[in-house]
Each structure stands twice: as C-alpha cells, then as structure tokens.
Antibody
C-alpha cells in the first residue's frame, strides 16, 4: 500500500534550520507531486509548498517563500523540507502528503504521520 | 483570492443530517476535496471532486458544489464523525493551494 513515513520530532533554537524527511513507498515516486502542510498548536492546516517528484520543480506559499526549500531524492523515493531562520511561530506539526489530481480537482492521499517541530530557546 | 471560508463550528444531533460549507472564488473553477481530522491524528481524505468517496469513507458522507460554495453532507451523523473538517482546493490564478479554516463538528 502507499505509505509516507516522516522523520522524527525536532527541537530547534530560534534562527536555526530544520530538515524534515518524507520517505514514500508503494507507488511510482516520480508519478506524483508531494505537498507540505503544517499545523500550529490548536490551529488549522496551512499549505506550505509542493514539489514535482519527476523534475524537482517547486511552488511555495508566499508566507514561507524565501525560508523553505523542498527537494527530492529519486534514488530513495524521499522528499525533504528544510525551513530556515526558525521563529517561535514555526512551532507546528509538519505533514507531507501525496498529490492526486483529476479534472479540475486536486486531493491529498495519503498523508504522512506528521513531524512535530518545536522552536524554543 | 486564495481564501476558503468555513464556519468555525457546527453541531448535529446523533443520527441527524449536517452540512458543512466552504466558500471561495477558486471553487468557481475547481472542485474541493474534504478531510477529517481527529485529535492527535493526521488528516484523512473523505470526499474529492464532484462527489467521490475513497474506499473506507462511509456512504453517509457526500459532497456537492454550486457556484463558489462546496458542501460536505453527513446523513445520519455518528459519534465517530465528531472531528475537524477541512476543505481544500487550488487557486489556479495564483498557482497556490489552500485550505479552509476548518469546521469543528460536534455530535450531540
């Protein structure tokens, strides 16, 4: 079955960077884009960005543009999300999710289990 | 605009029908997908497109769309349906994807 398994929780100081990994399995890696979504404590879901696993092309949300970099490793079917210049309001659970699309519709299925990133001094 | 608007909270009596709505300009040109999130869990796809259910979604869940509004309807709500529900779509003009703010469903 299709699975996305994320790396473990991280604790970082303000100003540092964090890199979260998302290892995929059960499908052809280059056939689907991968999204990153985050959720601050008690808040809703926030879309962060997407990578085309085939050619590595990316699109980022305006809010994190300039601080986020998403890359992929086709040899290991893994996607990485790096967020730099961390602030306390970057504390959140970060999810990766596989993009599936149809005619004028996009959906995310499945999702990774989530990675808690805590930014604290 | 890349915004999707949802009511923050909705309640329904056990066994009754509830509709959760999502409004936004992007919904005029594309369908929404819907996700259920229980506390401490990752979101789970429940409806996508015009009215498509992935395997595992009970048939009491249905979707619809009209103009700039997408709706998720639960016919005969069960206690296990109590959760947060999010809509999601693409804003093609801005090449961005966006979630609604979420609706907390309480089953009374």
């Amino acid at each position: 079955q299709v699975q996305l398994v994320q790396s473990g929780a991280e604790v970082k100081q303000p100003g540092a960077s964090v890199k979260v990994s998302c290892k995929t399995s059960g499908y052809t890696f280059t056939s689907h884009w991968i999204h990153w979504v985050r959720q601050a404590p008690g808040q809703g879901l926030e879309w962060m960005g997407i990578i085309n696993a085939n050619d590595g092309g990316t699109v980022y949300a305006q809010k994190v543009q300039g601080r986020v970099t998403v890359t992929r490793d086709t040899s290991t079917s893994t996607v990485h999300m790096e967020l730099s210049s961390l602030r306390s309001d970057d504390t959140a659970v970060y999810y990766c999710a596989r993009d599936v699309s149809g005619v004028m519709v996009w959906w995310l299925d499945p999702w990774g289990q989530g990675t808690l990133v805590t930014v604290s001094s | 605009s890349s915004e999707l608007t949802q009511d923050p909270a909705v309640s329904v009596a056990l066994g009754q029908t509830v509709r959760i709505t999502c409004q936004g300009d992007s919904l005029r040109t594309c369908y929404a997908s819907w996700y259920r999130q229980r506390p401490g869990q990752a979101p789970l796809l429940v409806i996508y497109g015009k009215n498509n259910r992935p395997s595992g979604t009970p048939d009491r869940f249905s979707g619809s769309s009209s103009g700039n509004t997408a709706s998720l309807t639960i016919t005969g709500a069960q206690a296990e349906d109590e959760a947060d529900y999010y809509c999601y779509s693409r804003d093609s003009s801005a090449n961005q994807w966006v979630f609604g703010g979420g609706t907390r469903l309480t089953v009374l």
